[in-house]
């Protein structure tokens, strides 16, 4: 064990460091290169087996991983406010989980690696867990939620928590993506002012730029796909019961899931495995067919795309009157179908999904979103072991969050609110289960799975600008990988409440695979395959980015820790 500590400490000893250290704030301009000429990987790109590679040779410890994600997050966050709480105790946890690494104990592919959290995923430790909200500032839960649990389990970091549209965009009819009362406005790093979507703002902007290996989020309708889409990702929606949703700030039981938002599909594939799996307190979980949790990252297979049938369904995507701007999204789409093709895979275009048609004139969906909210929101306020505002209904909530200016009501109104409280219905009433039978209806048989059914088709592919709301409503998975960007000529469009850009030049979109439940492994291989021959997200470059690098804080720490390491020898 010594010599293994004091081998690493003489490989680090080799890096090759400028004369004079370079301070963090003042990051240097090249990033060096380190143990036997092996270069550090650039953090805005760095993948899962780049970072793995370099904590096994000792190139850099996770102490330092933690320390240039850290310093990479202040150099933006001032404006673009993607990350609203650092946890305290990432440092003394990553110093463990060096310290394990060096005794030769190796929990997972995660071991040691930053990793941040939604702030709706709760944890039991200092971090504070309030979906943007001045109601749960200080409330405590008894445990961690499963997922932010299994990540600990299989080695990694919550480095913090990050912002998001607040209540993962269930309050509010006239609010704006990434907003929330207690982390301000989130942006994109693609355009300035840009709209970073939704809910899960800050883990996309975070793992876009790099400021941690990946992010978790969690959607109900595009949460996940939709970020990820526009911030140049890879974004997995899970079936909903894939990942466990205990202790996880709720929407509705019925579509609710948490997913990985990273820059690869094999980043995003790793981090799948170790969340997904089932879990005793959320029974949605026994819905999994299998026994084993699949290796994900293993599916990631270049030749997947090769005798795979892939449909279109183009009246989910009709843009006529809105060409201006959408018309670049679905030239994009169209031109892809060449890589498809060229990969020996089948298009079956222009398939109708009459169901599609009849979910978009009707509310069932927000009938359930709604009828579930009251009675999950309530369920989750009663788990809390401390509640600071003792709020245990929605109409609690709502009359707290009214009556708390920082809440900016009645700017921002509770209207999605008060339309659940209206319905006079919970979750286990006849008029909720007319309304859910409905959607699995119209967006199974009539929709996505009569699709994949009907034409015998492996996915469904379409921009991901218009991919969720089908998968949605019946909690099947998708999968997003970068697509495209505007060009210089966009016109730019501002969003509907008038304080960010929501079409630019240069803002990214991506491209989604649609499947039946539980068939991730299937569509992690689709959009491993697709991605490889593309690589679309590396010629989009973000505006502004952080310098900080890991040369930058292994060196510091070189020239600041010789007399601490002379001692210990
Ligand atoms: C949750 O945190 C509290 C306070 O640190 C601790 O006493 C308790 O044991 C934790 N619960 C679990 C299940 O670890
Ligand atoms: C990021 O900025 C927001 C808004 O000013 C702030 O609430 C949050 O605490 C900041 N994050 C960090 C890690 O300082
Ligand atoms: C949106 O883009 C316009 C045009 O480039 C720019 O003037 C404006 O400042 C941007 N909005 C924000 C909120 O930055
Ligand atoms: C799941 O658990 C809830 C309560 O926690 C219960 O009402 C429901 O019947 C259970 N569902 C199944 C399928 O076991
Ligand atoms: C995309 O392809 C479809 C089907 O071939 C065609 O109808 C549509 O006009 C094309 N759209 C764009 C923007 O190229
Ligand atoms: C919540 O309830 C507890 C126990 O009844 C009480 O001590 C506390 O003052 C209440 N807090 C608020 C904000 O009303
Ligand atoms: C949002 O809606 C509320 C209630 O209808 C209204 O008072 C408020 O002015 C609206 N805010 C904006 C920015 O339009
Ligand atoms: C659905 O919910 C609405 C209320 O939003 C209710 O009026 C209706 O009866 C329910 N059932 C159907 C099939 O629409
Ligand atoms: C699939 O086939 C069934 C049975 O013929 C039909 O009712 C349904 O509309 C079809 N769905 C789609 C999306 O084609
Ligand atoms: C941008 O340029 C392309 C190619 O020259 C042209 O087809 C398109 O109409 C232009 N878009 C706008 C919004 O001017
Ligand atoms: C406005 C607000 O509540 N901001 C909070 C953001 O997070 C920091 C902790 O990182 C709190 O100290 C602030 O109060």
Redesign the pocket.
């Known amino acids: 064990m010594w010599f293994q500590k004091l081998c690493v400490a003489l490989a680090l000893s080799l890096a090759t460091c400028p004369n004079n250290i370079f301070s963090l704030a003042e990051p240097s301009p090249n990033p060096s290169t380190a143990v036997g000429g092996k270069p550090f990987p650039p953090l805005i790109e760095a993948t899962l087996e780049d970072l793995i590679s370099g904590l096994e040779d000792g190139r850099f410890t996770s102490v330092d991983l933690v320390n240039a994600y850290t310093a990479r997050i202040m150099e933006v966050n001032s404006t673009l406010k993607m990350v609203t709480y650092l946890n305290p105790d990432a440092l003394s946890i990553a110093a463990e989980a060096d310290a394990l690494r060096a005794e030769g104990t190796v929990l997972g592919p995660l071991h040691g690696i930053p990793i941040l959290i939604k702030n709706n995923i709760a944890t039991n430790d200092s971090e504070p867990n309030t979906a943007g909200s001045y109601a749960l500032l200080g409330a405590k839960v008894p445990q961690d939620s499963t997922v932010a649990a299994k990540l600990r389990k299989a080695g990694a970091i919550i480095l913090g928590k990050a912002n998001l549209s607040q209540w993962a965009n269930w309050r509010s009819d006239n609010t704006s993506n990434g907003w929330t009362a207690d982390g301000g406005q989130t942006e994109g790093a693609y355009y ?2 840009q709209d970073p979507s939704g809910s899960s703002s800050g883990s996309g902007v975070a793992s876009s730029l790099g400021l941690a290996l990946a992010a978790l989020g969690t959607e109900t309708d595009g949460s996940i796909v939709s970020p990820s889409n526009v911030n140049n990702l890879v974004g997995i929606k899970p079936t909903v019961g894939l990942t466990s949703r205990f202790l996880v700030i709720p929407i509705s039981e019925h579509q609710d899931t948490v997913g990985p938002m990273a820059r690869t599909v094999k980043d995003a594939a790793y981090i799948l495995s170790a969340i997904a799996g089932k879990d005793s307190n959320d029974n949605y979980t026994d819905a999994i067919p299998f026994d084993t949790i699949p290796d994900y990252a293993a599916a990631c297979d270049h030749d997947a795309l090769k005798g795979k049938r892939l449909g279109i369904p183009r009246n989910v995507f009709d843009i006529t009157g809105a060409e201006e701007q959408y018309g670049p999204i679905v030239a994009a789409f169209n031109a892809s179908l060449e890589v498809f093709r060229a990969a020996g895979a089948e298009i079956v275009d222009d398939i109708f999904l009459e169901g599609y048609e009849v979910l978009a004139r009707s509310n069932y969906e927000l009938t359930v979103l709604g009828a579930d909210f009251v009675t999950n929101i309530a369920s989750y306020f009663a788990k809390l072991s401390y509640n600071p505002n003792n709020i245990t209904t929605l109409e609690e909530l709502q009359e707290f969050t009214q009556g708390f200016p920082i809440e900016d009501w009645p700017e921002r109104d509770t209207r999605i609110w008060q339309r659940a409280l209206d319905l006079g219905f919970t979750n286990d009433s006849p008029e909720f289960w007319s309304n859910y039978t409905a959607d699995l209806y119209y967006g199974g048989l009539l929709g996505v799975t009569g699709a994949l059914t009907n034409f015998s088709l492996d996915a469904l592919i379409l921009p991901t600008t218009f991919s969720s709301t089908l998968p949605a409503v019946i909690g099947a998975p998708i999968v997003t990988v970068p697509l495209g960007k505007y060009p210089e000529n966009q016109t ?1 469009i501002p969003n509907s409440f008038g ?3 929501d079409t ?1 030049p240069n803002i990214p979109f991506g491209i989604s695979f649609l499947g039946k439940h539980f068939s991730e492994e299937k569509l992690i291989g689709l959009a491993y395959a697709f991605e490889q021959r593309t690589l679309v997200r590396n010629t989009i470059k973000p505006y502004i980015e952080p310098k900080t690098e890991l040369a930058d804080v292994v060196c510091k720490r070189q020239a600041g820790g010789k007399e601490q390491r002379a001692i210990r020898l």
């Open positions: 300035p002012g730019v304080n960010l850009n630019a």
